[in-house]
T-cell receptor, first 117, second 115 residues
Framework: ETGVTQTPRHLVMGMTNKKSLKCEQH?????MYWYKQSAKKPLELMFV???????ENNSVPSRFSPECPNSSHLFLHLHTLQPEDSALYLC????????????????FGPGTRLTVL | AQKVTQAQTEISVVEKEDVTLDCVYE???????LFWYKQPPSGELVFLIR??????QNEISGRYSWNFQKSTSSFNFTITASQVVDSAVYFC????????????FGTGTQLKVEL
């Protein structure tokens, strides 16, 4: 595997279900991100992890719970979602240092298309 | 606050035409990065280019070229001799000192290239 992979690619779930999205990066990066992409809206940053520590939570509802066990893996645990949570969820990674000057390019996975019934 | 505006929601061209996608940004940072990404129907965002605010040189990569003008806060993207495979949504993005490694994206421009 190369780049950033995401599984599953498609997911349909009911509002009472619990599911998890998985992201893995094979680029040796130290930062990982979750984005939500809804129709007709800009990409919304949800969470940022630097060196496995969460450094950004962009006011995301608690029904979305991220987990970053190591620098290569990122999960998004989902429970009691709402139909408006249906969207494309994109994972990204980058090599980032301790200052903004280290801002590097974010590389994205193919996304998980989530439908909440 | 940072903002990226892509005023063109959708553009349709015939193959081999040249097409320019506009991007206008707002930031109070004096140093920042600008990006372009391509999102084909498969969904993955594909990185195309990164430009820092100190470098106003235009860049050309094959059929792609970018025009960065700090005076007008614009970072436009031109595809020369467009092809059907160029059909995708193109996003412009901005990161700056206040945002660390956070990107602010525009709403994207849907490009359709027809035969």
């Amino acid at each position: 595997e190369t780049g950033v992979t995401q599984t599953p690619r498609h997911l349909v779930m009911g509002m009472t279900n619990k599911k998890s999205l998985k992201c893995e990066q094979h680029l040796g990066h130290n930062a990982m991100y979750w984005y939500k992409q809804s129709a007709k809206k800009p990409l919304e940053l949800m969470f940022v992890y630097n060196f496995k520590e969460q450094t950004e939570n962009n006011s995301v509802p608690s029904r979305f719970s991220p987990e970053c066990p190591n620098s290569s893996h990122l999960f998004l645990h989902l429970h009691t979602l709402q139909p408006e949570d249906s969207a494309l969820y994109l994972c990204a990674s980058s090599q980032t240092g301790t200052s903004w000057r280290d801002t590097d390019t974010q590389y994205f996975g193919p996304g998980t298309r989530l439908t909440v019934l | 606050a940072q903002k990226v505006t892509q005023a063109q929601t959708e553009i349709s061209v015939v193959e081999k035409e040249d097409v320019t996608l506009d991007c206008v940004y707002e930031t109070r940072d004096t140093t920042y990065y600008l990006f372009w990404y391509k999102q084909p129907p498969s969904g993955e965002l594909v990185f195309l280019i990164r430009r820092n605010s100190f470098d106003e040189q235009n860049e050309i990569s094959g059929r792609y070229s970018w025009n960065f003008q700090k005076s007008t806060s614009s970072f436009n993207f031109t595809i020369t001799a467009s092809q059907v495979v160029d059909s995708a949504v193109y996003f412009c993005a901005l990161s700056g000192t206040g945002g660390g490694n956070k990107l602010t994206f525009g709403t994207g421009t849907q490009l359709k290239v027809e035969l």
